[in-house]
């Protein structure tokens, strides 16, 4: 068992979360945690704010992770096997 979350269910007029870039993830991500540290909303509201912010993280995290498979390269050894990584731009 993973602990992927289910999809959050999209707020009405917030833009799909698999369309966001990683800024504006974390941006709405940002304004979900004020909200909820206000205390001002209602319980409702406070569930359905803690999973959009559940999917969110999930997004940015996918995001970073491929930024760094992508400035990650795999060094070969003399053997044609991988030896390690190194960032990009080194090697």
């Known amino acids: 068992m993973t602990d992927t979350p289910a999809p959050a269910p999209e707020t009405p007029g917030a833009p799909a979360i698999a369309a966001l ?3 504006a993830a974390m941006g709405e991500l940002e304004t979900i945690v004020r909200r909820l540290e206000s205390g001002d909303v209602s319980l409702e509201e ?18 970073l992770a491929a930024a760094q498979a992508r400035i990650e390269q795999v060094s070969l050894g003399a053997d044609g096997r991988p030896a390690g990584t190194t960032p990009f731009g080194e090697g």
Not at 46 to 59: D, F, I, N, T
């Open 21 to 23: 870039s990683f800024e």
């Open 46 to 63: 406070s569930v359905a704010l803690y999973e959009r912010g559940h999917a969110l993280r999930g997004h940015c995290e996918a995001r």
